[in-house]
């Protein structure tokens, strides 16, 4: 992969942030996400968007396995992968709560790691 595809795919992770944090900006609990179709779409959007990020990640990883290591060890990336695993294959065993906690405790970090990831191309 060269560094123009990587660029798209860091460019596409950090839009793919910018749009979850709109998403879910109005979010105050992970009941806020079962309390109407509203919530429930934003649910729907944000796992959508997070599997995404997973997939772009393991597609970078697949062609320049040194590249995520620049900014965070394997572990780190790993189980953002396996979320993209899990979101892909096991929907319906996630939960609103595992959500929200993503978005809340999680996104700030991966954006500042993928910024690292952008300033090294």
Known sequence: ???????????????????????????????????D???????????????SIGEALKNI????RDFLLQVADKIYWSKIIKTREILTHHYID?????IYDICNEKLDELEDKVLKLQSKL
């Open 1 to 35: 992969m060269d560094k123009a595809n990587i660029s798209e795919l860091i460019h596409f992770v950090l839009q793919s942030i910018l749009l979850i944090k709109e998403r879910f900006a109005p979010i105050n609990s992970s009941d806020d996400f079962l309390a």
């Open 37 to 51: 179709n509203d919530g429930l779409m934003r649910l729907d959007a944000i796992s959508m968007r997070l599997q």
């Open 94 to 98: 996630i939960d609103a709560e595992t």
């Open 61 to 64: 990883d697949k062609k320049e």
